[in-house]
């Protein structure tokens, strides 16, 4: 995720720029995209730049909120959550502004939830969870979801397989 800042031009309070990335900076994140765990050694020599020039870039992407951390990718079917999908869920119009923080904040807070989408569109929310099996989705479904008076409904899609990308689409 980019991290956008806002403009400091009083006339345009909604306007949204990129943080300025020169080569060297996108090139650093793609590695760290594609994998996280290398050394500043190994990113020093990849970039053809000094180990304190890698060093000092890394520390701006990180201060300037371009790369937000550095994540495990893990197989939930290793820890027993085999099952996984993806459930959109609606929110009641009457109880939406309350609401939507508060959804957002309880859902995050669930083991099952491996990541939460919030939307424009159809559904306010989409949740990608992984469980061990039907009875678990089911269970989830009801306790987490359906049980909340703030929801209106829900669609459940089963991820039969996914593929996730090293690297996101270049918007440039």
Sequence with gaps: ???METSADPDQPNSLRAPALD????????????????TNAELAS?????????HSRLRSLL????????????????????????????????????SIVEF??????????????????????LLHIAVADSSEMREFVLEHLSAQSSV????TSIVFDYHRNSVAASFT
């Design 63 to 98: 201060e300037r909120g371009v790369i937000t951390g550095f994540h495990a990718s893990v197989d939930e079917r290793m820890l027993g959550a085999g099952l996984q999908a993806i459930i959109g869920v609606s929110l009641r119009p009457s109880a939406r502004r309350e």
């Design 23 to 38: 080569p060297i900076d996108r090139r650093l994140v793609a590695l760290l995209a594609e994998d996280g765990r290398r």
């Design 46 to 54: 990849t970039l053809g730049v000094a180990p304190s020039t890698a």
């Design 104 to 125: 957002a904040d309880r859902v995050r807070a669930l083991p099952q939830v491996i990541q939460v989408f919030f939307l424009g569109g159809d559904d306010d929310f």
């Design 152 to 155: 209106a409904s829900t669609r």
């Design 1 to 3: 995720m980019i991290r």
